[in-house]
């Protein structure tokens, strides 16, 4: 999976080191078995144990689409403003690189619902952070985090208390 990912320097502001999955997404096998990975993430011995699959915008929705599916769970995407048409929650909150809101419909997550959110990278957790935070103000319950790459250096998963976090893999 490695080979699939590719650093881009100085993207989208001077410093940062950006970790492009496009490579990954354009190859069958390695896109599959990332998806499969992360629906792994989603089940226990007695099959899914989440009702709903959260991803993050914009990558996220790309791996988090196929993981509800594999888990036969519905799919719910947290935007940016603006983005979503009826009455949503929102939530802003700091970046890696700056400032960042996000929403949620208030009717995707219904009260109770159990939550795996998936995205691409674990950074800062900022947005995991935020995320878990609109599924909760819809009254769902987040019961793991599921992350192609987890940047431990960046400390992202002091920002997330109690909740749950698998990477497939950490740099």
Known sequence: ???LVVDVPDHPTPGVVFKDITPLLADHDG???VTAALADLGRDAAGAFV???VGMEARGFILAAPVALALGTGFVPVRKPGKLPRETHEVAFSLEYGDATLQIHRDSI???DRVLLVDDVLAT???VAATRELVEACGGTCVGVAVLMELGFLGGRSKLGDLPVSAI???
């Open 110 to 112: 219904t009260p109770g």
């Open 125 to 127: 957790g900022g947005t």
């Open 51 to 53: 009702d709903k699959v």
């Open 1 to 3: 999976m490695a080979r």
């Open 169 to 171: 893999t950490t740099v």
């Open 31 to 33: 896109f599959s078995a």
